[in-house]
């Protein structure tokens, strides 16, 4: 299957400062990456829908305005999460989508204290 | 709008048994795709089967295959000759065909395999 990065691994921050998490991916071109939340041992939650070019799409319930992304490129989205607080700490994974299917990046844990 | 329902929040096989996990699904369109991801303790979501809903018959990938049932909505995974390392979190997942890649998946709630020594 096709490979998806996504850095940091791992980020600890302090409350009230942004933090950035890159997808890429590396040998296909999306035009539509998507980015989701997972609590542990629940299912994926869709945040957003990340079109390049274009702005994202967000599901209900998302700030946009907190959680913003970008997509500048046919291989790089990026999340972007603005003054983190405590209950943003989590696992947040991308994926890079094909016509055949989606393919996910490894994911990054944030920890906010 | 779609859903994707799996039942069995937990399941456990012997390793070299065969194992089946259930996955029901809700939709009005003909034409869509299904998929089996496997997160594993690392939590990477790897992509393990995928069925397109047009072709009669079951994909298979090594020691992995599906039993489509189209009519009955039902897109069940079995696992031949369990491994300790397919010891992971299953999701089953449904994908409409229109669009392309811009469409969303639709996740399962998952089940949670234990492979047995």
């Known amino acids: 299957g096709a490979v998806v990065s996504q850095h940091p691994s791992w980020v600890i921050c302090k409350s009230g400062t942004s933090v950035k998490i890159e997808c890429r991916s590396l040998?296909?071109?999306?035009?539509?990456m998507f980015w989701y939340r997972q609590f542990p041992k629940q299912s994926l939650m869709l945040m957003a829908t990340s079109n390049e070019g274009s702005k994202a799409t967000y599901e209900q319930g998302v700030e946009k305005d907190k959680f913003l992304i970008n997509h500048a490129s046919l291989t790089l989205s990026t999340l972007t999460v603005t003054s983190a607080h405590p209950e943003d700490s989590s696992f947040y994974i991308c994926s890079a989508s094909s016509t055949r299917a989606q393919y996910f990046g490894p994911g990054t844990r944030l920890l906010v204290l | 709008a779609q859903t994707v329902t799996q039942s069995q929040p937990e399941m456990s096989v012997q390793e070299a048994e065969t194992v089946t996990l259930s996955c029901t699904y809700d939709t009005s369109e003909s034409d869509y795709y299904l998929f089996w991801y496997k997160q594993p303790p690392s939590r990477q979501m790897i992509l393990v089967i995928r069925q397109e809903a047009y072709k009669q018959q079951n994909a298979t990938e090594n020691r992995f295959s599906v039993n489509f049932q189209k009519a009955a909505k039902s897109f069940s995974l079995k696992i031949s000759d369990s491994q300790l390392g397919d010891a992971a979190m299953y999701f089953c997942?449904?994908?409409?065909?229109?669009?392309?890649?811009?469409?969303?998946?639709?996740f399962g709630t998952g089940t949670l395999l234990a492979v047995q020594p």
């Open positions: 040998d296909f071109q999306a035009t539509t």
């Open positions: 997942a449904y994908r409409t065909a229109y669009g392309g890649a811009t469409n969303k998946l639709i």
